[in-house]
T-cell receptor, first 110, second 115 residues
């Protein structure tokens, strides 16, 4: 069964800093990887989807990379803002189901 | 429209009650999912429906009964729940198949409290 791990579990940074969140998965046979954001008590908001044939995707201040062979993805957030404070989850899709990572709780301090 | 809606937003029920959660999407997605999420944990997959048929049941207790009456609707019927079933229940949908770019869209969730 696919195991997905995210490091670090929690991260606190001052506003304006660039940061990297990590996601690793055990089985490289995936169709895509999706990064989500979740605010406390809310649903998940999709941030970026990387297809298995792609190396990276960008949306605004966010950049996600995928190295399928090594089972790793990173989410880069540039010039962090207090509004970026949330839990970030990655999920991999080997079939018609998605396996979620353990999440990184991000706090951006004004 | 990329919205998945869920009702109710909050639900409090006793252990002997019967209630239902509802999920709806109009994106033409033929895969729909129920997840359970406890505080500070990632979502745990419960059920997957593909073309309105149950395709994955992650060994969920029978007190949770899913139903997919049509391609836009997904219900979760609840009966004789336990306090440990209190959680955020999330619905999601996606396109089916192994094609690229089939991302998952989530609803806002139903916060369930079992007393």
């Amino acid at each position: 069964k696919q195991e997905v791990t995210q490091i670090p579990a929690a991260l606190s940074v001052p506003e304006g800093e660039n940061l990297v969140l990590n996601c690793s998965f055990t089985d490289s046979a995936i169709y895509n990887l999706q990064w989500f954001r979740q605010d406390p008590g809310k649903g998940l908001t999709s941030l970026l989807l990387i297809q298995s044939s792609q190396r990276e995707q960008t949306s605004g201040r966010l950049n996600a990379s995928l190295d399928k062979s090594s089972g790793r993805s990173t989410l880069y957030i540039a010039a962090s803002q207090p509004g970026d404070s949330a839990t970030y989850l990655c999920a991999v899709r080997p079939g018609n189901q998605f396996y979620f990572g353990t999440g990184t709780s991000l706090t951006v301090i004004p | 429209d990329t919205e998945v809606t869920q009702t109710p937003k909050h639900l409090v029920m006793g252990m002997t009650n019967k209630k239902s959660l509802k999920c709806e999407q109009h994106m033409g997605h033929r895969a729909m999912y129920w997840y359970k999420q406890k505080a500070k944990k990632p979502p745990e997959l419960m059920f997957v429906y593909s073309y309105e048929k149950l395709s994955i049941n992650e060994s969920v207790p029978s007190r949770f009964s899913p139903e997919c009456p049509n391609s836009s609707l997904l219900n979760l019927h609840l009966h004789a729940l336990q306090p440990e079933d209190s959680a955020l229940y999330l619905c999601a949908s996606s396109r089916l198949g192994t094609g690229l770019g089939y991302e998952q869209y989530f609803g806002p969730g139903t916060r369930l409290t079992v007393t």
